[in-house]
């Protein structure tokens, strides 16, 4: 039985397990887990299976139980710092997924919350107090059945009509442990294929179909049922189901996490705006 699963610290076997072509860091950040994957070749592409690249993954608390997000976003802001080239000013937010669908609306719900200030320049931003600010456009496509557009051709049109320096795309993951709903953070820089958890890949988005350095960030908010029975019980399932398992409470996580993860973002985007200015005009 195939495991589903969007995380590539799911795939790559356990801390101590050495694979070609795989370079793995494990660090704690207070309360929050840090693993680093990168790979580096062919053979750590096809034994992960997940393109060359780095893979950061950030594993905290229960969102529910933490009050202060401040530990959190500065390893958010971290990992961002590390995967997005330096000297980028210019940059597109896509919120990806479907609002109708609860655990698939972090990514439209985190991009209502991005301050976009394309729109905001030069002596007008002086004037307002907001000197210093970096442009950013903001981006919900949807998804293909709302729409009838790929959410890849959205987007490609959009970079083409904005040209930004580089791409930051928000999309809710599958991953093969429940325990990690809605407990991690995946961020990289080899884009995304929306909806290839699911079994309803899209079109791959990243530097080489939009021409700009791609960062993912990702949040598993669904188990296959599949593979969490196999978990639980340690056998296979008689008959396989297209099942997806969510937590009960997946409105409050997913409000929750798209509060984090829009935090973070602006804070990461406008270093030299105030947070709390920022949040009054989102």
Do not use: W
């Not at 729109?119 to 949807?142: C, D, M, Y």
């Amino acid at each position: 039985m195939s495991i589903r699963t969007d995380l590539a610290i799911e795939l790559s076997g356990g801390e101590n397990e050495e694979i070609i072509g795989v370079e793995k860091e494990v660090k704690k950040e207070g309360e929050i887990r840090v693993s680093s994957i990168k790979i580096t070749s062919k053979e750590g592409e096809e034994a992960v299976g997940k393109p060359m690249g780095s893979y950061i993954t950030l594993e905290f608390p229960p969102i529910y139980k933490i009050c202060d997000y401040s530990e959190l976003q500065n390893s958010v802001v971290s990992a961002l710092a590390q995967l997005l080239p330096e000297g980028k000013e210019s940059i597109l937010i896509a919120g990806l997924g479907n609002t109708e669908i609860t655990p698939d609306a972090v990514g439209p719900l985190t991009a209502k919350q991005i301050l976009a200030t394309r729109h905001i320049s030069g002596q007008f931003a002086e004037n307002i107090g907001l000197k210093g600010l970096k442009s950013v456009s903001v981006i919900t496509p949807g998804v293909l059945g709302q729409t009838g557009i790929e959410t890849a051709e959205l987007i490609k049109g959009a970079v083409e009509a904005v040209k930004p320096d580089a791409v930051i795309v928000i999309d809710a993951l599958a991953a093969k442990s429940a325990e990690r709903l809605f407990r991690t953070v995946q961020l990289c820089n080899t884009g995304i294929s929306p909806g290839s958890g699911v079994k309803n890949s899209r079109r791959e988005l990243s530097e080489k179909t939009l021409g700009v350095p791609v960062i993912a960030l990702g949040i598993p908010t669904v188990t296959d049922a599949d593979t969490l029975a196999l978990e639980l019980t340690g056998k296979e399932p008689e008959r396989p189901t297209d099942m997806f398992v969510t937590p009960k409470e997946v409105d409050l996580l997913v409000e929750r996490i798209s509060e984090l993860l829009a935090l973070s973002l602006n804070r990461f985007l406008q270093p030299k705006i105030d947070g709390e200015i920022i949040s009054q005009l989102v």
